[in-house]
């Protein structure tokens, strides 16, 4: 893949990435609940199951999607589900200082931050529209495809540090009870409203 293709990819995945979406209401609503370290498994988890869309999309099961519109609306369904799930545990999450070692509360884990990529059209479509747009044919197909795995690879890390760091400073401000559930409040509100980014 030329330079120029790929910067234009870079722009192209940094837009979906950095945006507000599902992923980033999450690593920050994290980062002030749990502080940075606490909550690198789910970054990571959010990055390996956008690594694993970008396969599953450039290796043929993607375009079942386009083929089966039905199977986009399920994904839908079940996508709005999990968020306004994961928005009803943001939202009621116990009150915990960033200094004890002793919380009750714990992040989210790996694994849901893998799976909610699953379930988040925003994960597919910009899986989709990155090996539609940017993908090489013939020889060239797998090293392009490991371009754009690099990609989102880069994209991911920089855009969830900058989420999580933000979450985690937000975190420091909060020093009341109050202030804190209605920072987790505001954020569960603002993940279920992902849902209608869903629907539009």
């Known amino acids: 893949m030329e330079l120029s293709l790929f910067l234009s990819m870079l722009g192209f995945l940094w837009v979906a990435a950095i945006t507000p979406g599902p992923n980033n209401m999450l690593l920050t609503t994290s980062g002030a609940n749990f502080g940075f370290m606490r909550s690198l498994w789910l970054m990571i ?6 690594q694993s869309i970008v396969l599953l999309v450039a290796f043929g099961v993607g375009g079942l999607i386009l083929i089966y519109p039905a199977l986009h609306t399920i994904l839908k369904v079940l996508g ?3 968020l306004l799930w ?3 545990k943001i939202a009621t999450s116990a009150y ?4 004890t070692d002793a919380a009750q509360a714990k992040p989210i884990r790996l694994y849901q931050g893998w799976l909610l990529q699953f379930l988040n ?3 597919w479509l910009m899986g989709l529209g990155a090996v539609a747009s940017f993908s ?3 020889a060239q197909y797998n090293h392009s495809v490991a371009a754009i795995s690099l990609g989102v690879f880069i994209v991911n890390l920089v855009s969830g540090i900058i989420w999580l760091g933000f979450g985690t400073v937000i975190g420091r401000l909060l020093s009341s009870r109050r202030a804190w559930y209605t920072f ?3 954020m569960g509100l603002l993940t ?5 980014l869903i629907w539009r």
């Not at 988890?45 to 956008?50: H, P, Q, S, T, Y």
């Open 45 to 50: 988890g959010i990055m390996l199951g956008m």
């Open 80 to 82: 709005s589900l999990y």
């Open 86 to 88: 994961l928005a009803w």
């Open 96 to 99: 915990e200082t960033l200094e």
């Open 121 to 123: 059209p925003k994960a």
């Open 136 to 138: 090489l044919a013939g």
């Open 184 to 186: 987790n409040v505001a």
């Open 192 to 196: 279920a409203a992902c849902v209608l």
